[in-house]
């Protein structure tokens, strides 16, 4: 009864509840984007799937980010790496720098999908200018650290002691750069979104849409496979 309500295994629940909120939230954006590019559909229903979307995303959007801190704090609190003695100052940093970005991510949504009619104020819109930035750093950052601390524990003598979880994040870190890529087409997708919006529908509007969506979603695909596959190494701790 003990192992019951102990903190670490509050992590370890939240952690997992996450991983289960990643994939079944990223079902709803790919169902969504998939009408949201639906020709035969009206521009209001494709407008509204536009909005569900936007939501859904922010599951996996936010669970990257709260896996990574649970994980890092469960790695130090359960000695599968970070073992130095510094573990506990680590997992306090990654919890303050993850609160501040999650933060960031929804100021973020809240800036991007505006209520018909309603405009955010200039302020917002500038900072989120600057945070996206700060964003894609951070993301460039978080994995070749990530790659790097997994890759020396493997063929050398790195922080992480659980080959598991040294291959476990060296596949995280390609998950995160797989969510680079998508942030990188994101932009020519909503343009070709709004295009469609503001002039109609035409085909090669809509295979304009069709072309650039096709390479988003090779990343999201991938990243699909990969959280599965970090789900097995998890549970399965070769
Ligand atoms: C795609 C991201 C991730 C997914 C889908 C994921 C999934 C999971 C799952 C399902 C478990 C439970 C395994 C079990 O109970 O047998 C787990 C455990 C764990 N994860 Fe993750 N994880 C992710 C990222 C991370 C990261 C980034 C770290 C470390 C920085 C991490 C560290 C850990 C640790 C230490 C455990 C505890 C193992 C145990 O005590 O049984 N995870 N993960």
New binding site residues.
């Given amino acids: 009864m003990d192992l019951m309500f102990d903190p670490y295994t509050v992590l ?1 629940f939240l ?2 509840i996450m ?1 289960g909120l ?1 994939l079944g939230m990223d079902m709803g954006v790919y169902n969504a984007g998939a009408r949201l590019s639906n020709p035969k559909l009206s521009i209001e229903t494709r407008a509204a799937m536009g909005k569900l979307g936007g939501f859904l995303d922010m599951g996996p959007r936010s669970a ?1 980010v709260i ?2 801190m649970l ?2 704090t ?2 130090a609190l ?1 000695g ?1 790496g970070f073992t130095g003695g510094y573990g506990p100052d680590l997992a306090l940093a990654a919890a303050v720098v993850g609160v501040v970005w999650l933060s960031g991510l929804w100021h973020q949504f809240w800036v991007d999908h505006p209520n018909l009619g309603e405009t955010r104020p200039d302020k917002h819109v500038k900072f989120q200018q600057h945070f996206r930035r700060i964003d894609l750093t951070m993301r460039i950052i978080v994995t070749a650290i990530l790659a790097g601390t997994a890759i020396w524990s493997l063929v050398g003598d790195g922080p992480i002691i659980a080959t598991w ?1 040294a291959v ?2 060296v596949l ?1 870190a390609i ?1 995160v750069s797989c969510g680079i890529g998508i942030r990188i087409y994101l932009p020519d997708t909503r343009k070709a979104i709004a295009d469609i919006f503001a002039n109609g529908s035409t085909p090669e509007r809509e295979a304009e849409l069709t072309r650039r969506r096709s390479k988003m979603l090779i990343f999201v695909k991938t990243i699909w496979t990969l ?1 599965a596959v ?2 097995w190494i ?2 399965a ?1 070769f």
Avoid: D, E, N, Q
Wanted: net charge positive.
């Fill in positions: 370890k952690h997992i991983a990643w990257v896996l990574l994980g890092i469960m790695t359960g599968w979880l476990k994040l995280f998950i959280v970090v789900i998890s549970v701790k």
